[in-house]
């Protein structure tokens, strides 16, 4: 199983930006999806989730401006994120939580990152 995330780039505050990231390979069903990020020194932190059914969980520091969204027919995450802050400046990381083709249990993966810079 491979996630390729993309989007990340250069934006002036208060811009917006959209990142995707797609599975691919041995993949009977996801069922968590979410986007973390992380700066270099720094732990990771969870940014938001989405449930397989649709349902959302948001970090205080992204609610009202961060919309995640999936489209499970073709495995893919959506992290819309508008208004951005020169804080939200980071990598960004997507997990997917993958129950695998021809196997009784799920595992999570990981995206490479992508860069988001937001400048002041």
């Known amino acids: 199983v491979q996630l390729q995330a993309s989007g990340g780039g250069l934006v002036q505050g208060g811009g917006s930006l959209r990142l995707s990231c797609a599975a691919s390979?041995?993949?009977?069903?996801?069922?968590?999806m979410a986007w973390y990020r992380q700066i270099p020194g720094n732990q990771r932190e969870l940014v938001a989730t989405?449930?397989?059914?649709?349902?959302?969980n948001y970090a205080d520091s992204v609610k009202g401006r961060f919309t995640i969204s999936r489209d499970n027919a073709n495995n893919t995450v959506w992290l819309q994120m508008n208004n951005l802050k020169p804080e939200d400046t980071s990598v960004y990381y997507c997990?997917?939580?993958?129950?695998?083709?021809?196997?009784?249990?799920?595992?999570?993966?990981w995206g490479k990152g992508t860069l988001v810079t937001v400048s002041s």
């Open positions: 997990l997917a939580n993958v129950a695998v083709t021809g196997t009784a249990y799920a595992k999570s993966y």
């Open positions: 390979g041995s993949i009977f069903s996801i069922n968590l």
């Open positions: 989405i449930t397989r059914a649709g349902s959302t």
